[in-house]
């Protein structure tokens, strides 16, 4: 697997990780809201349902007041009319703690004036909270509440039977009239605490509420940025490749025409001088004359025909894709030898070997590319002015690579050529002038198979050329 698929392999799930995290704050964020709005709006109903209950016992000792000073009938059923509304509470209150029947607590409810509405979100609320602090804490209000509340029933009863059984004297008014404040106060308190502690209750939701949003909020705008500058550095890249790509083309496509323009003058070149030398040689009666003629036709036939295979190693570099397979690099170095031994020159060349590797893993399409070139320039530039012409060829292992240097005793190369011999059609003045494709086709066969080439030259003392291929499997 390749680097580049690890990364994204890697980096795929972060993304995902990113829009999961966006999904379930979102989610957080509503369910929190909806049942924070939930409680607050039972809450509501509940200070509402207080006022509703103070009200009533108001009203009812309004009415228990009166009835003793004026003792109507009307007054006492008003009283106990009134008182009602606390007690539906009550009865609403003690259903909810153990758990009663929903329609009790409803029909409770109901007598304590609460709108309908508000019914299932009280209960539900009490159920579900009723051991949260803020909440306890009314509960224990409102019982102390009710039991007051009882309390002042039971003085209802009693005014109603004292006046009953006889008329009460101003003395015992005055009494029953301070035992009914004395209630009637007691119940304010609590009835005041008990709306205290929700809306204190309240204002902690509310301020929990808002720390939970901006907690969500800003998790959320992390992550949506995170994934942002993720996508932008993604396009940013993706769009750099593009750009590299496209000047890749447009320098293929440069070489492209280049390649043309030279391989359609080239090829033409030995046709134009055979055909030139035939007319001279068909004018021409000496034997000696025409078969100087006929070596130079055949110098230029030989000429093409190794421009031709040239043109062939180029294409055959370009499209043939890398198979990297057990290779051995000593008979593929001795068949390129074998190749070049009907040259003339090659027999006055002493060729060195010294083989420290065979078995490798590489291309051999490629190897054989190499070597050819590489040995056919050596033979090529060889100076003949030297009594003793070699080259080496030599092979070895160097750290995490293969090595493979050809060094000859030829004519070198010039300094300031040296960097443009890798070049398309590149040709220095000498009398060899060949194709100028070799060596670039070199390049692009070490380049193929992920290795790299160096030259070492002098001029008339000779040039070293050295490869380096990345071991793949070998240890
Ligand atoms: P060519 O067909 O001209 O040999 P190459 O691309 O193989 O084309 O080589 C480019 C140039 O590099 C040659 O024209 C030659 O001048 C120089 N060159 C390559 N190999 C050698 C060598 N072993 N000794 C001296 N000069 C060399």
Redesign the pocket.
């Given at each position: 697997m390749t680097q580049q698929k690890i990364t994204k392999k890697l980096k795929l799930p972060n993304v995902f990780i990113l829009l999961l995290i966006v999904f379930f704050s979102c989610a957080l964020l509503i369910f929190a809201n909806f049942y924070t709005i939930k409680i607050l709006s039972a809450n509501r109903a509940y200070v509402n349902g207080e006022s509703h209950y103070s009200k009533g016992q108001k009203d009812a000792v309004r009415h228990l007041i009166t009835y003793i000073y004026t003792q109507e009938e009307k007054e006492l059923q008003l009283f106990e009319k009134e008182l009602k509304v606390p007690q539906g509470d009550g009865i609403a209150r003690i259903a909810l703690s153990h758990n009663g029947d929903d329609e009790v607590i409803k029909n409770g409810f109901r007598a304590g004036r609460i709108n309908e509405k508000d019914l299932d979100d009280m209960i539900w609320l009490f159920k579900y909270f009723k051991s949260v602090s803020f909440l306890a804490d009314a509960i224990k209000e409102w019982e102390e509440g009710d039991y007051l509340i009882h309390q002042l029933a039971l003085v209802g009863h009693e005014v109603a039977h004292e006046i009953n059984v006889s008329k009460l004297n101003l003395a015992e008014k005055q009494f029953l009239l301070q035992r009914i404040s004395s209630i009637s106060d007691k119940l304010t308190i609590n009835e005041q605490e008990f709306s205290n502690t929700l809306g204190e209750g309240c204002r902690k939701i509310k301020d929990y509420l808002i720390l939970t949003n901006i907690f969500f909020v800003l998790i959320i705008i992390g992550s949506v940025s995170t994934y942002y500058s993720k996508m932008v550095k993604k396009l940013l890249s993706s769009k750099k490749e593009i750009e590299v790509k496209n000047e890749d083309l447009t320098l293929a496509n440069k070489e492209l025409d280049k390649f043309v323009y030279s391989a359609s003058h080239d090829l033409r070149s030995p046709i134009t001088s055979l055909k030139g030398l035939i007319e001279i040689a068909q004018l021409e009666d000496d034997i000696s004359q025409i078969k100087d003629y006929l070596n130079l036709m055949y110098k230029s036939l030989t000429k093409q025909d190794q421009f031709i295979s040239?043109i062939i190693d180029y294409s055959k570099n370009k499209r043939k894709q890398v198979v990297i397979e057990p290779v051995n690099l000593t008979d593929l170095i001795e068949d390129a030898i074998n190749q070049h031994e009907h040259i003339k020159s090659v027999k006055k060349i002493t060729i060195k070997k010294e083989f420290e590797i065979s078995n490798i893993h590489s291309d051999s399409l490629r190897l054989k590319i190499i070597f050819n070139?590489?040995l056919s320039?050596?033979i090529?530039?060889s100076d003949e002015n030297k009594e003793d012409m070699h080259i080496s060829i030599k092979t070895y292992s160097a750290d995490k690579f293969h090595k493979i240097e050809i060094t000859?005793n030829?004519?070198?190369?010039k300094k300031e050529?040296q960097s443009q011999?890798?070049d398309m059609f590149?040709?220095?003045n000498?009398k060899?002038?060949?194709?100028?494709?070799?060596?670039?086709i070199?390049k692009e066969a070490v380049e193929n198979i992920n290795g790299i080439i160096t030259v070492h030259?002098e001029s008339n003392i000779?040039?070293k050329?050295t490869v380096t291929l990345p071991k793949l499997y070998e240890t």
């Open positions: 040239d070139n590489l320039n050596a090529k530039y000859d030829g004519i070198g190369i050529f011999i890798f590149f040709v220095t000498n060899n002038k060949g194709s100028g494709l070799g060596l670039y070199v030259s000779g040039s050329f």
